[in-house]
């Protein structure tokens, strides 16, 4: 079992609707997490980190942490074109690097 | 806050010669900095951590006499890949930690590398 699991997609989903983006993790001693958007071509760049059970709002974006299922998710409300990106999940596993272990990414395309 | 610079943003050298690659924290001091490499459509895998003052650690199978890592200062790391060759061809990027005392870890925009 890889150590943070995402759904490779593409999701499609269509413009201003919600967007749900899912990832599970299998150190069950992990604590922090992370939501990373990578353009085609660009580093990574932050969008939301999150460490306590329960849902986090930052304007569009919701990240939401279940410790007991081991599953983190990221919600773009009123999705645009410009949110079009591949979206990386990542963890700060308990064993393991030092640095956060990240998932292979899930390409998410919004259509116009 | 938290701006991370890497320098070249790319680079392409001949098979066998060596490419330093800078990264740097410009506003904040980075005890931990990150190497990742990353190929076509693959994820991001981590190469090493670099910690100010002492020996980079490094992940299995990375080859540490060819990927020195040198981390001398709080706002600076850099990448040497020695002895080049095309399958070495890739995006590296490089990410600090803002503080120890958490693990959000901010990118710098990346050097695409290209051995011919």
């Known amino acids: 079992q890889k150590e943070v699991e995402q759904n490779s997609g593409p999701l499609s989903v269509p413009e201003g609707a919600i967007a749900s983006l899912n990832c599970t993790y299998s150190d069950r001693g992990s604590q922090s997490f992370f939501w990373y958007r990578q353009y085609s071509g660009k580093s990574p760049e932050l969008i939301m980190f999150i460490y306590s059970n329960g849902d986090k709002e930052d304007g569009r974006f919701t990240a939401q942490l279940n410790k007991a299922s081991q599953y983190v998710s990221l919600l773009i409300r009123d999705s645009q074109p410009s949110d079009s990106a591949t979206y990386l999940c990542a963890a700060k596993l308990v064993r393991g690097a030092d640095g956060l272990t990240f998932g292979k990414g899930t390409h998410l395309i919004i259509q116009p | 806050g938290a701006v991370v610079s890497q320098h070249p943003s790319w680079v392409i050298c001949k098979s066998g010669t060596s490419v330093k690659i800078e990264c740097r924290s410009l506003?904040?001091?980075?005890?931990?900095m990150f190497w990742y490499r990353q190929f076509p459509k693959q994820s991001l895998m981590l190469m090493a951590t670099s910690n100010e003052g002492s020996k980079a650690t490094y992940e299995q199978g990375v080859e540490k006499d060819k990927f020195l890592i040198n981390h001398a200062s709080l706002t600076l790391s850099t990448l040497t890949v020695t002895s080049a060759h095309p399958e070495d061809s890739s995006f590296y990027i490089c990410?600090?930690?803002?503080?120890?005392?958490?693990?959000?870890?901010?990118f710098g925009p990346g050097t695409r590398l290209t051995v011919t």
């Open positions: 990410s600090a930690r803002v503080q120890d005392i958490s693990y959000e870890q901010y």
């Open positions: 506003d904040f001091q980075a005890t931990t």
